[in-house]
């Protein structure tokens, strides 16, 4: 057995066991060693992309776009990862939780993507690359009806093409 069959079966073991939507084809190897790392990164599988929700390595306080210090750093370290990746395309979608107005949320949530997108740009991802995106409150990960639940979906999701 080849070493790139063999590294495919064990990822797609490990999508088997986590549970994910659908595993990428045998690739050439340096694409499965992009998608490796990835995954590495906390990229998983989503609907022909690769998607990491950041919600839980960075949180907007409500009605804020603001980034704090250790989530700017975070971002930085992670755009340079991307781009040694040669990571050149990526969609940052926003998104709030249920507090306010349907126009203020979908403001919010785009003011938090581009808060992100100009952190990557700072840490060197090409600007022609990434397209931001707010989606307000449309896509809730957790129940509005708590303040936990808020907090979840007070979320930036970075999504790579497969």
């Not at 057995?1 to 050439?28: D, I, N, Y």
């Not at 971002?75 to 126009?103: F, P, W």
């Not at 949320?105 to 690359?129: D, F, I």
Request: aromatic share 4%; net charge positive.
């Amino acid at each position: 057995m080849t070493k790139q069959r063999r590294a495919w079966l064990v990822f797609a073991g490990v999508c088997l066991l986590e549970g994910c939507a659908s595993t990428p084809a045998p690739e050439e190897p340096a694409r499965t060693r992009k998608y490796e790392a990835l995954q590495a990164l906390g990229f998983r599988p989503n609907e022909g992309a690769w998607a990491l929700d950041l919600g839980t390595r960075i949180r907007f306080e409500s009605g804020s776009d603001q980034l704090t210090g250790d989530a700017i750093a975070t971002l930085t370290r992670l755009a340079r990862a991307l781009v040694e990746l040669d990571v050149d395309s990526m969609r940052i979608e926003g998104h709030a939780d249920e507090t306010g107005s349907d126009g203020y949320n979908l403001q919010l949530s785009e003011r938090r993507a581009a808060a992100v997108a100009a952190v990557l740009r700072q840490g060197g991802m090409p600007a022609q690359g990434l397209r931001s995106l707010g989606l307000g409150k449309r896509k809730p990960i957790a129940d509005n009806h708590s303040e936990a639940g808020r907090a979840q979906n007070r979320r930036v999701v970075l999504i790579v093409p497969a």
